[in-house]
């Protein structure tokens, strides 16, 4: 029988896991770190230049800076730049917002979008953002009750069932506030961060794609960067300053704080700090799972969607109306495609699978006699091993197969048909099918395949007479028998090897997780040890600065409207930039926000950032907004499994290119008005 007591033995592990996972003594850039155990790190903060204090960070009983960002629709962030909820957060975080509302005749992403009064706000269905209300370690909450003789899965049913009540109770104190519960350092620590919902947020203002995305795909993930990566919203809430659903009734909700700008300008050295909700990392991966993504996944996974990219292009390239609708696919499809060239081409310069196997058999050769932990490494050898062509398969199931967009659509009667086929055309997804399809065929083996897929691609002979009959049929009922047949087989055959195959390896990790903590205080090492990423709250910090991709190269921290100038290109879709812009360069019209005669676009720093920071409010050394994180340099982006303080840069908009764009592009006066702008 379980009891609710914990007994003296439990008490003390959980005591020993709680200070190992929070006594943490690295002091380089490097970290993603938790907003309610900030005051472990500000005194080297503040020895880099920071002038708050822990308190003004995060804090719950009083206004802090984290009461000015928000998880902007669960994938980006954003951040409050006035006391009437106006938001900023990048182009692209908010690119299918603006996608959805234009048309051939109100083309918002060719001519941008700016709202001149508070009626020309646009609703936005299905987008939310939410507000951290507080975090709090919870793992002894979660863990009540626990007996070490319990089995694994008695462990999970208690986890889950405290987890529950924690969530539960969380929820029931508020209006619209959501809880979460979600474990840390591999489930050796548990949280619960409580957040404030709000569902009415509405479209204020975007520059034209060809500022918001300026340099496309080409200069995606590299620097140096001229983005305009910027987007506007409001959040309205009830006439009670709480979450409510759309109304016309509905008032611009009062922030509990709201960011003050600072457009005097950065240089080089000058004290960053970003915060916001990075999405995942996986920093304490064992060598076999790096190596599988460098040499295999990977490599996999980008001829996949270099097949897709083309096809897409090609369309887009012909049609205005196609390109419209492909637009936001596209970028999506780009995106994670140059990110993952990039983290394979920076895991080997940084020999990373190399240094993890050093190691391991260090680690190997320390655990001999310690019951806990010897034997671990060969237990992930022998996992890996076994797991690796099951992942393949599911990594050719979500990038081929699912890829295709007719067939997830056919089996799902529930979606909405007019948003789907409003940015749908046939012709890029049947092409689609046929490159994925044939790539599948040839790439996984048979063993592998369903059933169903051999036996129907034996019946027409090839994927093209398929795609023929598949996509010339007026009904849905064929594209839906593909998924689901496809889908069933993996998931009653290959999905479950896999997630038990990651079961052994989680329970390993928290193990191995303890152990490489232990290893590194018992040596004197200088490992870093913060939480992986997991889509919620973090601090980075670390200074604006410049660095060598290169031998004999090295890339300055700041971009300006020169550079834009250097690259438009009329001819060139991702660099015809408006006329407009080029005419106020051509008058050197620049009003207040001219700097050594041109205009600041954008500037790296050495904050550690990855996936879901997009968006992030970049403070300098006041808590000040400087600029908005949009991406990281192309050299650095393996960060999210090994970091390298030498390329590892996050890369920002600076805040002055987007008050000077709102100012004498949109000449949206009014939004100005409504900022505190230090000048």
């Given at each position: 029988m379980i009891t609710l007591k914990l007994t003296y033995m439990t008490k003390k592990l959980l005591i020993t896991t709680i200070l190992l996972f929070s006594s943490l003594f690295v002091f380089a850039d490097e970290g993603m770190w938790l907003p309610s155990q900030i005051a472990q790190r500000i005194a080297d903060m503040q020895s880099k230049g920071f002038k708050l204090t822990a308190e003004d960070i995060y804090s719950v009983n009083n206004s802090s800076l984290k009461d000015a960002i928000v998880h902007f629709n669960g994938g980006c962030t954003g951040e409050i730049i006035s006391n009437e909820g106006l938001l900023i957060t990048n182009h692209h975080c908010g690119y299918s917002q603006i996608q959805s509302h234009s048309s051939v005749e109100h083309d918002y992403l060719r001519d941008g979008f700016w709202a001149m009064s508070r009626a020309e706000e646009l609703p936005n269905k299905n987008l939310k953002v939410s507000f951290l209300e507080y975090m709090e370690d919870v793992t002894d909450k979660v863990l009540a009750g626990y007996d070490p003789a319990m089995t694994e899965q008695e462990r999970e049913a208690l986890v889950k069932k405290n987890s529950d009540q924690i969530k539960k109770d969380a929820e029931s104190k508020g209006k619209g506030l959501q809880a979460r519960v979600a474990p840390l350092y591999y489930g050796n620590q548990y949280f619960v961060w409580v957040y404030k919902v709000f569902t009415d947020v509405r479209l204020v203002g975007a520059p034209p794609s060809s500022i918001g995305k300026f340099g496309g795909d080409t200069d995606n993930w590299m620097w140096p960067r001229h983005t305009g990566d910027f987007s506007l919203f409001r959040i309205y809430a009830g006439k009670d300053n709480e979450p409510a659903a759309y109304s016309p009734d509905n008032v611009p909700y009062k922030p509990k704080r709201s960011f003050k700008i600072n457009a005097s300008g950065i240089k080089e050295g000058d004290f960053t700090l970003v915060y916001g909700f990075p999405g995942r990392t996986n920093e304490y991966l064992m060598s076999d799972a790096v190596r599988y993504t460098a040499e295999l996944s990977n490599p996999h996974k980008i001829k996949l969607r270099t097949l897709r990219l083309d096809i897409q292009n090609r369309e887009m390239e012909k049609d205005p109306a196609v390109r419209i609708q492909y637009a936001s696919k596209n970028a999506n499809v780009s995106n994670a495609w140059k990110k993952w060239q990039g983290e394979m081409k920076g895991i080997y310069k940084m020999k990373a699978i190399e240094n993890k196997q050093e190691f391991e058999a260090k680690f190997t050769e320390w655990s001999k006699g310690k019951p806990e932990y010897e034997g671990l490494v060969e237990k992930f050898t022998a996992l890996y091993a076994a797991l690796e062509p099951l992942a393949f398969v599911a990594d050719y199931q979500k990038e081929a197969i699912n890829a295709v967009e007719i067939l997830s659509y056919?089996?799902?009667?529930?979606?909405?048909?007019?948003?789907?086929?409003?940015?749908?055309?046939?012709?890029?997804?049947?092409?689609?099918?046929?490159?994925?399809?044939?790539?599948?065929?040839?790439?996984?083996?048979?063993?592998?395949?369903?059933?169903?897929?051999?036996?129907?691609?034996?019946?027409?002979?090839?994927?093209?007479?398929?795609?023929?009959?598949?996509?010339?049929?007026?009904?849905?009922?064929?594209?839906?028998?593909?998924?689901?047949?496809?889908?069933?087989?993996?998931?009653?055959?290959?999905?479950?090897?896999?997630?038990?195959?990651?079961?052994?390896?989680?329970?390993?990790?928290?193990?191995?997780?303890?152990?490489?903590?232990?290893?590194?205080?018992?040596?004197?090492?200088?490992?870093?040890?913060?939480?992986?990423?997991?889509?919620?709250?973090?601090?980075?910090?670390?200074?604006?600065?410049?660095?060598?991709?290169?031998?004999?190269?090295?890339?300055?921290?700041?971009?300006?409207?020169?550079?834009?100038?250097?690259?438009?290109?009329?001819?060139?879709?991702?660099?015809?930039?408006?006329?407009?812009?080029?005419?106020?360069?051509?008058?050197?019209?620049?009003?207040?926000?001219?700097?050594?005669?041109?205009?600041?676009?954008?500037?790296?720093?050495?904050?550690?950032?990855?996936?879901?920071?997009?968006?992030?409010?970049?403070?300098?050394?006041?808590?000040?907004?400087?600029?908005?994180?949009?991406?990281?340099?192309?050299?650095?982006?393996?960060?999210?499994?090994?970091?390298?303080?030498?390329?590892?840069?996050?890369?920002?908009?600076?805040?002055?290119y987007a008050l000077f764009l709102i100012d004498k592009l949109a000449g949206a006066q009014h939004l100005l008005d409504e900022m505190e702008i230090i000048r």
């Amino acid at each position: 029988m379980i009891t609710l007591k914990l007994t003296y033995m439990t008490k003390k592990l959980l005591i020993t896991t709680i200070l190992l996972f929070s006594s943490l003594f690295v002091f380089a850039d490097e970290g993603m770190w938790l907003p309610s155990q900030i005051a472990q790190r500000i005194a080297d903060m503040q020895s880099k230049g920071f002038k708050l204090t822990a308190e003004d960070i995060y804090s719950v009983n009083n206004s802090s800076l984290k009461d000015a960002i928000v998880h902007f629709n669960g994938g980006c962030t954003g951040e409050i730049i006035s006391n009437e909820g106006l938001l900023i957060t990048n182009h692209h975080c908010g690119y299918s917002q603006i996608q959805s509302h234009s048309s051939v005749e109100h083309d918002y992403l060719r001519d941008g979008f700016w709202a001149m009064s508070r009626a020309e706000e646009l609703p936005n269905k299905n987008l939310k953002v939410s507000f951290l209300e507080y975090m709090e370690d919870v793992t002894d909450k979660v863990l009540a009750g626990y007996d070490p003789a319990m089995t694994e899965q008695e462990r999970e049913a208690l986890v889950k069932k405290n987890s529950d009540q924690i969530k539960k109770d969380a929820e029931s104190k508020g209006k619209g506030l959501q809880a979460r519960v979600a474990p840390l350092y591999y489930g050796n620590q548990y949280f619960v961060w409580v957040y404030k919902v709000f569902t009415d947020v509405r479209l204020v203002g975007a520059p034209p794609s060809s500022i918001g995305k300026f340099g496309g795909d080409t200069d995606n993930w590299m620097w140096p960067r001229h983005t305009g990566d910027f987007s506007l919203f409001r959040i309205y809430a009830g006439k009670d300053n709480e979450p409510a659903a759309y109304s016309p009734d509905n008032v611009p909700y009062k922030p509990k704080r709201s960011f003050k700008i600072n457009a005097s300008g950065i240089k080089e050295g000058d004290f960053t700090l970003v915060y916001g909700f990075p999405g995942r990392t996986n920093e304490y991966l064992m060598s076999d799972a790096v190596r599988y993504t460098a040499e295999l996944s990977n490599p996999h996974k980008i001829k996949l969607r270099t097949l897709r990219l083309d096809i897409q292009n090609r369309e887009m390239e012909k049609d205005p109306a196609v390109r419209i609708q492909y637009a936001s696919k596209n970028a999506n499809v780009s995106n994670a495609w140059k990110k993952w060239q990039g983290e394979m081409k920076g895991i080997y310069k940084m020999k990373a699978i190399e240094n993890k196997q050093e190691f391991e058999a260090k680690f190997t050769e320390w655990s001999k006699g310690k019951p806990e932990y010897e034997g671990l490494v060969e237990k992930f050898t022998a996992l890996y091993a076994a797991l690796e062509p099951l992942a393949f398969v599911a990594d050719y199931q979500k990038e081929a197969i699912n890829a295709v967009e007719i067939l997830s659509y056919a089996a799902n009667p529930k979606k909405d048909s007019a948003a789907f086929y409003k940015d749908y055309f046939q012709p890029i997804d049947k092409d689609i099918f046929i490159a994925l399809f044939t790539e599948y065929d040839k790439s996984v083996s048979d063993q592998y395949k369903a059933p169903y897929f051999k036996e129907t691609l034996s019946k027409y002979g090839s994927v093209e007479a398929w795609a023929d009959d598949l996509f010339n049929d007026e009904s849905l009922a064929k594209a839906a028998q593909v998924y689901v047949e496809t889908n069933r087989y993996f998931n009653d055959n290959i999905k479950p090897q896999i997630d038990s195959i990651n079961y052994e390896l989680a329970l390993l990790y928290r193990t191995y997780m303890r152990g490489q903590i232990e290893y590194n205080k018992v040596n004197r090492g200088t490992r870093v040890f913060y939480p992986d990423a997991n889509s919620t709250l973090r601090v980075a910090y670390g200074s604006v600065k410049g660095y060598s991709p290169s031998d004999a190269v090295y890339y300055t921290p700041v971009s300006s409207l020169e550079g834009i100038m250097q690259k438009d290109n009329p001819q060139i879709y991702d660099y015809n930039i408006p006329q407009k812009l080029r005419d106020l360069y051509a008058a050197k019209d620049y009003g207040v926000w001219e700097v050594d005669g041109s205009v600041p676009v954008a500037f790296i720093a050495t904050n550690h950032t990855s996936g879901g920071n997009s968006g992030s409010p970049v403070l300098d050394a006041n808590g000040n907004l400087i600029g908005v994180n949009f991406d990281r340099v192309w050299e650095g982006t393996m960060s999210d499994v090994v970091f390298d303080p030498d390329v590892c840069r996050n890369i920002a908009l600076d805040i002055r290119y987007a008050l000077f764009l709102i100012d004498k592009l949109a000449g949206a006066q009014h939004l100005l008005d409504e900022m505190e702008i230090i000048r």
